[in-house]
């Protein structure tokens, strides 16, 4: 009796998320429960590493120090710039991807591939203002487990971002200059 109740329940559950991502669709394709997927992920994700914390009895600082903050963001950007665009990292975005054309210097424009299990992650694979959320995570939990490493990891993603400012700025520069 309890299997046949359960059954109707999932169906019904089933047919209202169905209908509520059609309505919410407005015939467009949007993978509604990749997203919850995505969310849920993420939700553990951030369980696991705050649970990691607390078992480590590490006390949480009053308030963000101002430099951490700048350093996080900066190493934040780079990272997930490398992570969702480089011509180096394709290899990784390769099975939830599909590669459209070169995107900036050495950067790519990448598509997800539409297939169920695969779209969202190639979303979240290519969309660094979507994987800034989870680098940003990281990089502030490695930060109150292993503050040291973290820093210089970030130290290291932050000069390479002013290494990339200064070769972008050059070539402008050159362009300028000769007109090339």
């Known amino acids: 009796m309890d299997t046949v109740a359960d059954n109707r329940l999932a169906r019904r559950v089933h047919g209202l998320l169905q209908r509520t991502g059609r309505g919410y669709s407005a015939g467009h394709d949007r993978?509604?429960?990749g997203y919850l997927a995505a969310m849920a992920g993420f939700a553990?994700?951030?369980t696991a590493w705050?649970?990691?914390v607390r078992l480590r009895g590490r006390p949480l600082p009053d308030r963000p120090e101002p430099w951490d903050v700048v350093l996080t963001s900066v190493a934040t950007f780079r990272l997930s710039r490398l992570l969702t665009?480089?011509?180096?990292?394709s290899p990784l975005r390769a099975p939830f991807t599909k590669y459209?054309?070169?995107q900036g210097p050495a950067e790519l424009?990448?598509?997800?591939k539409p297939e169920p299990g695969k779209h969202t992650v190639g979303e979240l694979a290519t969309c660094p203002f979507c994987m800034s959320v989870w680098v940003a995570s990281t990089l502030t939990a490695g930060q109150l487990l292993w503050p040291r490493a973290t820093r210089t990891a970030m130290g290291a993603l932050t000069a390479l971002a002013g290494a990339d400012t200064l070769q972008l700025a050059y070539s402008a520069l050159i362009e300028k200059t000769t007109g090339d």
């Open 50 to 52: 705050a649970t990691a």
């Open 109 to 112: 424009h990448e598509e997800a």
């Open 44 to 46: 553990a994700y951030t």
């Open 31 to 33: 993978p509604l429960g």
């Open 100 to 102: 459209v054309a070169p």
């Open 85 to 89: 665009k480089a011509s180096v990292t």
